[in-house]
């Protein structure tokens, strides 16, 4: 901090093309393939040092693709480069931080029981023949700390700060460390308001050092505050790339959006019946004041941005998560749902987001993961394995679930297969109200379809479905009405009129409290 | 599934079956009979220690000495000091038909119970170094230990003698039947003299030095360096450690009373010292030589005192001379060289009854 | 050399012909293995001698005597398959065992109880102290491990302080009922064989905690807390008081291993249970419960129990350094564990390829 930094001022000139030698880090024609899907599309991107660059995209658009990407931690394919001040380079974590790259991940890996200084430096310590120089490396600290005009000091622990003042730390970090690219990857999850200022003023005051910082966000109006440049990515491709003095959020909101809707599922309309299911001002697990019907015979999507809330809404929708005040009706009934064994005897089922950690037995069989979540509604304490079995065979002929009998261990079945076991778990209590969270993650197209046609069934028998999900030609086909929400609150409830990727996604982002 | 399972059991069994049979080197008999007991054939003994114990251990080098001149084929047992393994031994050598059983036991009712067993299967059964308490009619065939009370009296006189008053007293285990013994003894001596003692102070060592030195600091922190004239150590380890403990304390051992029991190698220095007064020779080594006579005129078919004391040989300073080692190879000489009184039928061999 | 090709054509037989889908076939072969095997050595010793005789070890008295000497441990082997089934683990059930059979053999002695009344209590006792640990397991975030080790401690000292530090000596005989031979009378070879009540309610609790987790709701739940808690409590299952309930129930089988235990030697001493809790986890894992809780079943860890009493017997029989059984027991434990694991890797990696495909 000694030394005097000359700064560029941040310019705001239009520009769409590349090719400027001063880039700092710059990706040209990266690609990036998985098997079965391409995350990433001959993309184009450059950062200038001193500039704030903001990524947005919907979800999944290839986002945290390019964060890995940049961080090192994946290899484009075959024919992409990485050029870093000008020299083309093959990264890795490693090589990406000895280089000065540094990535400010969502989820924290700090040490909560160390101090600031320590989280900072470790395993970079500055030492003397061996001896750790603890004076020097709180001086460095604190300098920086007091450059940000942080009121943080070098001997807090870390587990003491909040999100805020961490985030604040790991930006530090940066500064001491002689960082040259930062890259933040939805830096103000669960930020408060003020919180959100000082990040902001920081990131203004450290871009003088000519760090290059690339901000992704789906909160606009911060990427407003702050952008130098935007660049929206969607599908995997690069759409636009604007300058801060071009940005308007319909522009923006167009680019991200765009998908062919013929190209959509087409589901067969139900007609619907009565209320099946109510919640009024349900507060709770993060959810904030939710209040919505659902039909018999509808499906209503929750959409929303990740991090918004609603599988936190969904747990306290089944009684797995407590509420703090709300009230929830099953059938005109007012309903007290303490956990989900409550919610399984009103006739509730909750197809789970992640399968493998929370819907299914792995080591086990077919037929028990199948009889499981019915043993609440059964009667008898003494069962026979023969009628397990023959039970797990019954779903497995009715759902097509390509597995020899009901003997086969879960874990020895493809994505969609399993899925289809978590289906025949909860269609074997013969619920009315279903809680689809994700339904189709990690499954191939041919299996995703005939999950929808078994939703679509499901609606036919009467049912009613409340079905989370971030795929949006999936929440867009499927749903008769959509919830949208934003911060744990719903923000719009779209009619099938309204229904649209650009309604959907207004909503979904754009301003937090700021 | 099934391949994984065929070859995880050939590969255990075959694992269970060469490390059974890994330790063949050591077995001292190449052609062992599985089901003994053929006209001709070497006599089958099973030998089962409570615990892994130098006083068992030593007892245990002799006789098998004594046994391997005989020709008989000797097996050692070594306990955890539970009844569960005692049981499950002697459940073993009767199942192999063993032509006798030697058993130290672990606790008294269920030596009695092992004694029980072996009547019943008909195979000769001594209990060894402790008396286990019987059924009546299912009584051990015989039974060598040392009488723990006159061991105790002896040294109770010894005390009275030198005019030591106010005792510290470091026992074995609280509770355990042949430690209360000789402090009974011990106190009785004073009794029968009408000579008043006062016991200032009663430890517990466990049986060992550590023990031993922790109960003697605790007794000296207690009743001060000047509380006490007399400590009675009932055994040689635990005696290790008191000395140690009194020296720590800058206390010098040969301006007191200090009498054991045990009578150990290592005791016989100390009492050439002049830094312990007394201990009492109680060796395992003549207590096996003992029981291994017994077997002997079993098998032979004469007669022989069945339930007998071994023989306490108090020593002093002046008064040392043909103790009874401890060490099987010196045991084996003084033995040989009628150094001391080993033979069953000697009349200081006392007889007892149940 | 011989035996080897002896070993493999065995197992290879009995695998294929008798066990065919049976969950506890590879700790059955193992044992059955094992016997046969001992039992041929023995006899090839013996022709050498000279000596054409059945082999100890396969004589009925000694069989009948390993279940004898195997039915505390055993009985400890199937509350612990409960246990760990659900995911959780008991080291105190020794001590508790040690503070039972003080507790009962204290009533009948020095206050005077009458017999039924001490059991009734003594059952009481264990329940009250197992369901103790249970609700600190089901309701705090600790380690079962940490809990219950500070159980075994605890119940310790308890039993110390009941007993004085001494031992309390059944001299009527009160316990002896459970001892009696129902086969009085038999004998083979010149020794008396004997089936005592104990050995019988062993294999009858086995039956009955088998047909419990098999047959009924409550053992279904129980594997499901046992493989995924969390999924398991999104199905609707009380994982809280299922993980107490188990605990509970082991605590009914400790009474019961007290109860042996105490007609068994004859006196109620600290270190009658010592050590107990380790034979009953070995039995158990080596029976095929695995440590992570929601595989397994009760006939495994009496297999498990049986198959580690028969190591020393063997050991005996052979007339062996009885110090072998400790390392020869601890690697079959490690084998049990190591071959859990790398059939579980196994059949991830083929689903796996079978993912890519």
Known sequence: MSDDKVFEPSSCSIEQKDERPEALLRLHNVSKTFPGVRALNNIDFDLRKGEVHCLCGENGAGKSTLIKILSGAYQPDEGGEIYFEGRNVKLSPHIAISLGIQTIYQEHTAFNELNITENIFTGLEISNHGLVQKKEMEKRTAAVLDYLQSSLTPNMLMGDLSSGDQKTVEIAKSLVLDRKVIILDEPTASFSVSEIE?????????????IGIIYISHHLDEVFKIA????????????????????????????????????????ESVPLGEVMYEAKNITGNGAKNVTFQLHKGELLGVAGMIGSGRSELMSVLFGAAPSQSGELFIKGKKANLRNPTSAIKNRMCFITEDRQNTGLFLQHSIARNTIVANLVNSKAFFMKPSEDYKTGDKYIKLLGTKAKNSHVLVVNLSGGNQQKVVLAKWFNTNGEIYIFDEPTR????????????IMVNLLKQGKAIIMVSSDMPEVIAMSDRILVMKDGEVKAVLSKGEISEENILIHSIGGSKI | MKKMVRLISTFTTLVLVLSTLGACGKTTTSATTAAGNAAGAKKQIGYFKAAADDYYKAGWD??????????????????????????????DFISQKKDAIVCVQ??????????KKAKEAGIPFYSLTHQPQVTKGFEPTGAVCYNWQADGVIAGESAAKAGAKNIIIIEGVQGQGTAAAQTVGFLEAYKTAGIDVKVVFTGYGNWFAQGGQKAMDEAIASVGAKGFDGVYVHNDEMLDGA????????????????????????????????EVSMDVNQTPTLEADLVYQMIQAQFAGTTYKHYVYSILKPFTKDAMENLVPYIRDDYMAGRAADKFTYKLSDPAVKEWSF | MNQKEVTVHIAKEKKVSIFKRYENSTVTTILISFVLLIAAVQFVIGAIGGNIALPTIISPNNMFNILMQVSVAGLLAVGMTLVMVTGGIDLSVGMLVSLTTIFMAKCVTDWGMSVPLALILGLMVSVFFETLLGFIISRTKVEPFIITLGGMITFQGIALLLCDSREVRLLKGEFDFLKVNFIQGASFNGLNLIIPPY????????????????????????????????????????????????????GVLVFLASVALNSRLGVAIISGGQGLEIDAIAAVVIGGVAMSGGKGNAWGALIGAILLGT????????????EWQYMVKGAVIIISVVAGSISAMFSVRSASKRKKA
């Not at chain 2, 006789?63 to 499950?88: N, R, S, Y």
């Open chain 3, 199 to 250: 050995v019988i309610i062993f294999i009858a609790a086995t039956a009955v905690i088998w047909a419990l987790m098999k047959y009924s709701k409550y053992g279904r739940r129980m594997y499901a807390v046992g493989s995924n808690p969390h999924a398991a409590f999104l199905a609707g299952v009380d994982v809280k008081n299922m993980k107490m309930s188990v605990y509970s129930l082991n």
């Open chain 2, 243 to 274: 000395l140690q403990a009194m020296k720590n304390a800058g206390l010098d051992p040969s301006k007191f009373w200090i009498g054991c029991s045990n009578g150990k190698e290592k005791s016989w220095q100390w009492v050439k010292d002049g």
């Open chain 1, 198 to 210: 000082h990040l902001l003023e920081i990131i203004k005051t450290i871009k003088q050092h000519g």
């Open chain 1, 228 to 267: 130098d440049r935007v660049t929206v990515i969607r599908d995997g491709q690069k759409i636009s790339t604007y300058a801060c003095s071009d940005l308007n959020e319909n522009m923006l909101i167009k680019d991200m959006v765009g998908r062919d809707a013929s190209t959509f599922y087409k589901r």
């Open chain 3, 311 to 322: 190591i020393g017997n063997a050991m005996s029989m052979l007339k062996l350094p009885g």
């Open chain 2, 62 to 91: 002799v006789f098998k000495a004594l046994a391997d001149k005989e020709g008989w084929d000797v097996q050692e047992v070594v306990g955890d000091g539970t009844d569960a393994k005692m049981l499950a031994a002697v459940e």
């Open chain 1, 442 to 453: 990690g499954i191939d197209v041919g299996a995703k379809q005939e999950i929808y046609q």
């Open chain 2, 106 to 115: 672990t606790t008294a009712a269920v030596g009695g119970e092992s004694a």
